[in-house]
């Protein structure tokens, strides 16, 4: 069983539609939460960033962390065109041999069409 | 302006050849990283390293090599290129204290083929 487990879709939503992104995960050791945006040939980029439980908003973007169901989620509200890209989940533990090793899920490939 | 910067962007070799992918930040960071991705997979960490003269394997084995003598340069070689490396390399650099121990900074990437 992979220790992040994320959908990889794809997922076709029409533009201005909410999209909900989602991962689950196994290792309770994780702490910090990280979501990149992926465009096609292209590395991924930091999105958004939290640290254990609850929320945290930046602009049309929402993450969401849950450590007791071990389930995060991103929140992509009024979704554009632009925001078409394969989505990643990664975490990290805090501390011992782990520490700053990010663990990435699949990726979700969104495509918002106008 | 600080980044992250991979070298080549693409490459086309054949069986046996030597290759070196080059990585280079600008960030000061101590911490940098080599994963590998192949198309609709998840990044798997192959190489990393915490400082200069340290270099650790990471979780998916691979038959290549990297050094750290710079801190802002960190080499990855394949000494006898096979199809099976084929692949996407992605590198990445990090902090080394507090949040920013964790927030990774990817450059573009090379995409590599092997024939």
């Known amino acids: 069983q992979k220790e992040v487990e994320q959908d990889p879709g794809p997922l076709s939503v029409p533009e201005g539609a909410i999209v909900s992104l989602n991962c689950t995960y196994s290792n309770s050791a994780f702490q910090y939460f990280m979501w990149y945006r992926q465009y096609s040939r292209k590395g991924p980029e930091l999105l958004m960033y939290t640290y254990s439980s609850g929320n945290k908003e930046d602009g049309r973007f929402t993450a969401q962390v849950d450590k007791s169901s071990k389930y995060i989620s991103l929140f992509i509200r009024d979704s554009q065109p632009s925001d078409s890209a394969t989505y990643l989940c990664?975490?990290?533990?805090?501390?011992?041999?782990?520490?700053?090793?990010?663990?990435f899920g699949q990726g979700t490939i969104l495509t918002v069409h106008p | 302006e600080a980044d992250i910067y991979q070298t080549p962007r693409y490459l086309v070799i054949g069986t046996g050849k030597k290759i070196t992918l080059e990585c280079s930040q600008t960030?000061?960071?101590?911490?940098m990283y080599w994963y590998q991705q192949d198309p609709g997979m998840e990044l798997h960490l192959i190489h990393y390293?915490?400082?200069?003269?340290?270099?650790e394997k990471g979780d998916l084995s691979s038959e290549s090599t990297v050094s750290r003598i710079r801190t802002e340069h960190f080499p990855l070689t394949l000494e006898s290129a096979r199809p099976s490396h084929t692949s996407q390399y992605l590198c990445?650099?990090?902090?080394?204290?507090?949040?920013?121990?964790?927030?990774?900074?990817f450059g573009p990437g090379t995409r590599l083929t092997v024939l």
């Open positions: 990445a650099s990090s902090g080394l204290t507090g949040a920013a121990y964790n927030e990774q900074f």
């Open positions: 990664a975490m990290s533990a805090m501390g011992g041999t782990s520490y700053g090793k990010l663990t």
């Open positions: 960030m000061g960071h101590d911490k």
């Open positions: 390293s915490y400082g200069v003269n340290s270099t």
